[in-house]
């Protein structure tokens, strides 16, 4: 297989792909993927991403004052309750 | 090779439908310790009883103890810290509101953690985000769709991603792209979690979650390397 004819097995593959992998289909079981050193180095990398994504972020802290905000807001809440309940 | 589904972290995600029910503090207790802020499962159940019966000293202990975990999310989930902030302020509020409503079926930070995503899925939808046609809705603009690259050089990704590369590019995902991304891969729900908290089939969830990081790795093939941008 010429590396040209290549590229075209591998667009007409990926093209498909996301239909493939919604259908629940294992895309390793595909025959063009088992003979293509492209379209596996391209599903390995998509693996690496997802496993340094986790890596990525880390728990970070809210700003200080976030807290002062929320008090206020249920303090107002609280205050409309009790106005409708005084009300009624 | 199970493609899509092979890098899903193990994270239990029960339902959140908030009611009444006591057997809170027990589930509390039982909830697993993530925050440094924590005290004691006894201790901890106590706080949550105390802030459902009203006291809202004890709501502010809650919130100390998962405020790091919710503004987290609501920052991955956005991608912008004064977004993150009004979200995080409004799923405080929804929870004080829904306090007493929580029964326990599943720990306390996960059903907070659902309801925070909840209340960023509202805020997308705002945002004119239509998330009940995935098809439709979530597919970027074409010029904004992964392309791809034939021919091109591979990437060697293993090892050798860019971290701050990797930030910008999932930052820049399309919001629709992120999102999945972000449930699925960072947050480790399930396809079948994520078709019913955005109301679409699981395979779209798995179509949208592989065209996003095809997206992520177009971009980090773009970003000039270390020795480059020197």
Not at chain 2, 106 to 127: D, E, G, P
Request: aromatic share 6%.
């Amino acid at each position: 297989m010429s590396q040209t004819t290549n590229y075209v097995a591998c667009e007409a593959f990926q093209s498909k792909m996301p239909q493939l992998i919604a259908s629940g289909a294992d895309v390793a079981d595909h025959p063009h993927f088992k003979d293509c050193d492209v379209c596996r180095a391209l599903l390995a990398d998509l693996e690496t991403i997802a496993a340094a994504a986790r890596e990525l972020f880390p728990i970070v802290e809210p700003p200080d004052d976030l807290w002062e905000q929320i008090e206020s807001a249920i303090e107002d809440e609280e205050s409309e309750i009790g106005r409708h309940s005084n009300a009624s | 090779m199970p493609y899509s589904d092979s890098s899903t972290q193990s994270a239990s995600h029960a339902s959140a439908t908030p009611v009444r029910d006591s057997a809170s503090a027990t589930a509390l207790a039982s909830s697993k310790n993530h925050y440094s802020t924590n005290g004691s499962a006894s201790e901890q159940a106590e706080i949550l009883a105390r802030a459902q019966a009203g006291d809202n000293q004890a709501f502010a202990q809650l919130y100390s103890m998962h405020k790091r975990r919710i503004y987290s999310l609501c920052l991955r989930m956005v991608g912008s810290v004064a977004e993150a902030e009004d979200l995080t302020q409004e799923a405080f509020l929804q929870f004080h509101r829904k306090i007493d409503t929580f029964r326990g079926e599943s720990a306390l930070s996960t059903w907070l953690h659902r309801l925070a995503i909840n209340v960023v899925l509202m805020h997308l939808r705002k945002k004119g985000l239509q998330l009940t046609s995935l098809d439709e809705a979530m597919e970027p603009a074409p010029d904004q769709r992964p392309g791809r690259s034939f021919g091109a050089p591979d990437l060697i990704l293993s090892g050798a991603i860019d971290r701050l590369a990797l930030q910008r590019a999932i930052d820049d995902l399309p919001a629709g792209y992120r999102l999945i991304f972000v449930l699925h891969d960072i947050e480790g729900y399930e396809h079948n979690e994520i078709a019913t908290l955005l109301d679409c089939s699981i395979g779209n969830s798995k179509s949208q979650l592989h065209k996003a990081r095809l997206k992520l790795r177009e971009a980090l093939r773009n970003y000039p390397l270390p020795e480059a941008r020197r």
